[in-house]
């Protein structure tokens, strides 16, 4: 492991999450934010796009980026896997804030939470991420509270800033939500991938990837998918 990714790992153990800057060539982060956006036709505010890789396969490098799986096997051990295929997920100008939350799989888990992840986060930031254009906002040590956000307001939310090319890595119990998009003119476009470990499975709430796709894809992630991949015939 890198310097930069043991500070990762150190942050994610004390605040909850972490951002490594640079992992994605800024072009490439350009080139799959603009082919998000032509097939996303929803313009309500904030949007979503559920089975990404089925649709834009050039995603495949992110979600086995070595640096991400290597802090991801130091949190959930060997072997893990690939959940949710890929979601895109768009902040569009004038997007309200989401609710403050923390990530499945908790809502079926007894409290106090485990401290250690069910579920680790990735959001690759394919446009710049600032606090005025909803970059996702997170309170720093909530992964260690055991519980889930009140629906009273919390103070000491951070932003999640970056840029183009970076990847926010997030302990899916810290209490995080994407913040309001405030400007009228800047996009915010994200590729969430999110990873779980061995004894952690519900594939029938994540959106297969399809066969032909899948069969196309580098072996080190058709491993990752081996569970979330359609069923033959
Ligand atoms: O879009 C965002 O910044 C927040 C995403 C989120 O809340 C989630 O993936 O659980």
């Given at each position: 492991m890198s310097a930069a990714e043991e500070v990762a790992c150190r942050q994610l153990e004390t605040q909850g999450y972490t951002v490594l800057e640079g992992l994605l060539e800024?072009?490439?982060?350009?080139?799959?934010d603009a082919r998000a956006r032509e097939l996303m036709?929803?313009?309500?505010?904030?949007?979503?796009?559920?089975?990404a890789l089925n649709f834009i396969p050039a995603l495949a490098p992110l979600c086995m980026h070595p640096a991400?799986?290597?802090?991801?096997?130091?949190?959930?051990?060997?072997?893990?896997?690939?959940?949710?295929?890929?979601?895109?997920?768009?902040?569009?100008?004038?997007?309200?804030?989401?609710?403050?939350?923390a990530d499945w799989p908790?809502?079926?888990?007894?409290?106090?939470?485990?401290?250690?992840?069910?579920?680790?986060?990735?959001?690759?930031?394919?446009?710049?991420f600032t606090a005025e254009n909803g970059a996702t906002r997170l309170v720093p040590g909530t992964h260690r509270s055991g519980q889930p956000p009140p629906s009273t307001?919390?103070?000491?939310?951070?932003?999640?800033t970056g840029r183009r090319g970076a990847v926010l890595i997030w302990h899916g119990a810290t209490w995080h939500r994407n913040g309001p998009n405030t400007t009228p003119?800047?996009?915010?476009?994200?590729?969430?991938?999110a990873y779980i470990?061995?004894?952690v499975h519900r594939p029938e709430l994540w959106p297969r990837v399809r066969r032909?796709?899948?069969?196309?894809?580098?072996?080190?992630?058709q491993k990752l998918l081996e569970r979330s991949v359609e069923p033959v015939g």
């Open positions: 800024e072009e490439e982060a350009a080139r799959l036709a929803d313009r309500s505010g904030y949007a979503k796009l559920e089975g991400v799986l290597r802090i991801a096997g130091r949190f959930l051990g060997a072997p893990f896997y690939l959940v949710n295929n890929v979601c895109m997920m768009w902040c569009q100008p004038g997007a309200p804030g989401g609710r403050l939350h908790l809502g079926d888990v007894p409290r106090p939470y485990p401290p250690w992840p069910l579920l680790l986060q990735t959001m690759w930031m394919l446009t710049d307001p919390v103070e000491g939310e951070v932003a999640a003119d800047q996009h915010r476009m994200g590729a969430n991938a470990p061995r004894f032909e796709i899948y069969q196309r894809l580098p072996e080190p992630l």
